[in-house]
């Protein structure tokens, strides 16, 4: 069993960014898929992002050129970054590893975008 633990969220003005972070409890071998995804009060919860083993990455239109998700090998971890931040970008954001038939979702973090 893997555990997933988020960080990073806050309260930020409009325009301003943001750095998530997933750290996993033990680095995965073999193919594996981290993905953020955010799910605000109302609403279901939505992918933002995804970066695979092999390095492909891919954005929710509503994010692409503003949020960068990107990986650090040595610390088991996945970031996202986000920059030009909207008051809609406001959710909880939760981070989800596919590896091996199996999946392990964090416990979120909340972002809040307001002035």
């Known amino acids: 069993q893997v555990q997933l633990v988020e960080s990073g969220g806050g309260l930020v003005q409009p325009g301003g960014s943001l750095r998530l972070s997933c750290a996993a409890s033990?680095?995965?071998?073999?193919?594996?898929?981290m993905a953020w995804y955010r799910q605000a009060p109302g609403n279901q919860r939505e992918l933002v992002a995804y970066?695979?083993?092999?390095?492909?990455?891919d954005y929710a239109d509503s994010v692409k050129g503003r949020f960068t998700i990107s990986r650090d090998n040595a610390k088991n971890t996945v970031d996202l970054q986000m920059n030009s931040l909207k008051p809609e970008d406001s959710a909880v954001y939760y981070c989800?590893?596919?590896?091996?038939?199996?999946?392990?979702w964090g416990q979120g973090t909340q972002v809040t975008v307001s002035s």
């Open positions: 970066i695979r083993s092999e390095g492909n990455t």
């Open positions: 989800k590893l596919q590896f091996s038939f199996q999946t392990a």
């Open positions: 033990r680095r995965i071998v073999g193919r594996w898929t």
